[in-house]
């Protein structure tokens, strides 16, 4: 397995613009999380979804933010409009649905909005 | 929710010496303690984890400790190298029956000097 594959790595928009990311988990592992890093707050999580259903989205930081999973092998994370503080770096992990299992990370979206 | 707090934020070491990481977690339902260990550029990736019924666990140069009555764990990594240079997470796991949400501190800046 490729392990899970975001894209585009890179992104850089204008103020206003919608912003798309897009995931692919490890086949077969039923758990994804998106998360944002930054310098000052760290790695937050901002959604999780178990069997493709949302499960905890308490983490996203307002209505401009939403998140979808229609199928086992695919998520997004979409922003609109965008704002210059949301650039950061995005992850997406993906784990199996069992207790204290790992959570594999992928390579990451960097999001610069000017 | 979980809040794990992760001391300190920036660690520099000589060659050859030990480093600590401490963590604290404020959920004493959470029994899954993963480190991540993330180098410049790249993905968070795991390096050693414990669960809460073990006290401590140990690879290669590698140790964790954790204290469930305190609410708190470590990473110890002895005899350092330059390698081991990267950003350190702690991270605690709640599961919630559907899922496991990790929640990570705020990271540690580790710097191994020549």
């Known amino acids: 397995d490729a392990g899970v594959i975001q894209s585009p790595r890179h992104e850089v928009t204008e103020m206003g613009q919608e912003v798309t990311l897009r995931c692919k988990p490890i086949s077969g592992h039923n758990s994804l999380f998106w998360y944002r890093q930054t310098m000052m707050r760290g790695l937050e999580l901002l959604i999780y979804f178990n069997n493709n259903v949302p499960i905890d989205d308490s983490g996203m930081p307002e209505d401009r933010f939403s998140a979808k999973m229609p199928n086992a092998s695919f998520s997004t994370l979409k922003i609109q409009p965008s704002e210059p503080r949301d650039s950061a770096v995005y992850f997406c992990a993906s784990s199996l649905n069992r207790m204290n299992t790992e959570a594999f990370f992928g390579q990451g979206t960097r999001l610069t909005v000017v | 929710g979980e809040n794990v707090e992760q001391h300190p934020s920036t660690l520099s070491v000589q060659e050859g010496d030990s480093a600590v990481i401490k963590c604290t977690y404020s959920?004493?339902?959470?029994?899954?303690f993963p480190w991540y260990k993330q180098e410049l550029g790249k993905r968070p990736q795991l390096i050693i984890d414990i669960r809460s019924n073990v006290g401590e666990k140990k690879d290669q140069r590698i140790a964790v400790t954790l204290n469930k009555t305190a609410k708190h764990f470590s990473l110890h990594i002895t005899e350092t190298q330059p390698e081991d240079s990267a950003v350190y997470f702690c991270a605690a796991s709640l599961n919630t029956g559907t899922a496991s949400k990790l929640t990570f501190g705020t990271g540690t800046r580790l710097q191994v000097t020549l």
């Open positions: 959920d004493s339902a959470s029994n899954y």
